[in-house]
């Protein structure tokens, strides 16, 4: 099993900063993805930002140019850098992985964080 735990959310006002973290353990396991959902009450959950093992990112076109997603090497810890924030970012903010266990190559599987609220006021 995977675990992650994600920190660094907050109450922020508009056009300030936050650096989301989200800490992988448990189980060895070779990752294909890694990244950021968020949902807003009566909203869906939608992607913010995502890495790939094939070193491509994805951003929601609304955080382009504000966000910025990174990691270490090992794919154990994943960041969201956030700037110039805006109310309509209010949400909780989870951290998703996909992949699959490396001794057993049971997979892929994905696992999800509890998740980090993220407050902008205006």
């Known amino acids: 099993q995977v675990q992650l735990v994600e920190s660094g959310g907050g109450l922020v006002q508009a056009g300030g900063s936050l650096r989301l973290s989200c800490t992988r353990s448990?189980?060895?396991?070779?990752?294909?993805?890694m990244g950021w959902y968020r949902q807003a009450p009566g909203k869906q959950r939608e992607l913010v930002a995502q890495?790939?093992?094939?070193?491509?990112?994805d951003y929601a076109e609304d955080v382009k140019g504000r966000f910025t997603i990174s990691r270490d090497n090992a794919w154990n810890t994943v960041y969201l850098q956030m700037n110039s924030l805006k109310p309509e970012d209010t949400a909780g903010y989870y951290c998703?992985?996909?992949?699959?266990?490396?001794?057993?190559?049971?997979?892929?599987?994905?696992?999800w964080g509890q998740g980090t609220q993220v407050t902008v006021s205006s």
């Open positions: 448990g189980n060895i396991f070779t990752i294909n993805a």
């Open positions: 890495m790939t093992a094939g070193q491509s990112t």
């Open positions: 998703r992985v996909v992949g699959y266990d490396t001794l057993t190559s049971r997979g892929p599987s994905e696992y």
